[in-house]
């Protein structure tokens, strides 16, 4: 079997219909699943346990102003029928070069942080099982890895839309059940400002991976590219698909912000900020706030959020470096058992790191965090001159306005964090 590039002449139907748009969901939902996990999970519910309600314009603002340059993933696949890696090599090979760099470098890390992150909720639902977080680790990204080789994109296209659906239910069902017992702030609580110098390192951290890192649109494109040649959509169709995962992610978000305001806001405990710590603190909290009864569901919650974005990880890092690879050697297509030998070199990879440098993880999580975040300027704009003299369906003006404003946001906030990370604005 090979991966070949759509064709752009390919004769799909221009009607859509509500039966053709259920047909198209896919590679959105993939995106809401990669998306979903810790700028989620960790750093909106913190958001929501320090500051409150403070940063949830912050979090409207950061998905209105990325939702350009993801957008322009689906908006170039389909009308093009190239993957945005595709283009990245038309219009520089240098551009192409950067991409596979760091996209080798972060999909080790990316898949041993959120398969450990995995592997800690598990551990705290399950307490009394005797296998390690360790093995846990292994466990959750050989099952990974089992799933991808027994049915490839047709079986990650199903399991994240269940993954998708069960985490939108369970969320706003227990968003719900904290918002009716009301805030839990203690009456002499005084309310921090996150507007302070001290409080900006989250604040753009939170924005930097708040839905996901900018690279993950290049992904989507590949997820595209598979989907359309098993189920092949028309453009109407298929950016349907990309803003049902887009905006579910969005408002996911938000219900995510509410968890943390509700039940740990000015209830007198700390907020851990370690990743693992805050996931156990967030199941305790619960239980002891909602009742022992919602430990279940909080886990499930976590679980959910963290595995979907585990498997979409172990897909779509091999998947983009495959690409790259083929795209720099000049062939014509890759083979599925090259992206089968990068799923599991990504695999093997992420078991190594977390088997042999789990004390250093958070570390290099921080590095590719904000490698991610100063390479999001140069990434938009790419997306945003593949797209903007595109004759078959041109930009609208508020789109091309916004998309302005974006670079303009994502440019200021990378100068701003190197002039907080330099001292300057100390």
Known sequence: MTTQTLSPALQISSASTWHSRLRALGPGILMASAAIGGSHLVASTQAGARFGWQLA??????????????????????????????????????????????????????????????????????????????????????????????????ALDTLSKIIVVSLSITTVIAAGIAASKGMQMQADFVEPSPWTLAALPFIIALMGWMPAPIEISAINSLWLTAKQRHNPANYRDGMFDFNVGFITSAVLALFFLALGAFVQYGNGEAVQMGGGKYVGQLINMYAVTIGDWSRPLVAFIAFACMYGTTITVIDGYPRAIAEATRLVRGKPFFRTRELFAWILWVSISAVALILWFQGALGELLRFAMITAFLAAPVFAWLNYGLVRQDKKHRLSASMNVLALVGLVYLFGFALLFILNETGVLA
């Not at 009308?79 to 070069?97: Q, V």
């Open 57 to 154: 314009l912050i979090i409207v603002l950061t998905n209105l102003f990325k939702y350009p340059f993801f957008r322009f993933s689906a908006h170039y696949t389909l009308d093009s029928g190239k993957s945005l890696i595709e283009g990245y090599a038309e219009k520089s090979r240098a551009y192409l070069w950067v991409f596979l760099v760091m996209c080798f470098l972060s999909s080790t890390i990316s898949a041993a942080a959120v398969a450990l992150l995995t592997a800690v909720i598990v551990k705290t639902a399950l307490p009394g099982l005797p296998l390690s977080v360790n093995m846990w680790s292994v466990l959750l990204i050989a099952s990974c890895v089992f799933i991808l080789f027994m049915g490839r994109y047709k």
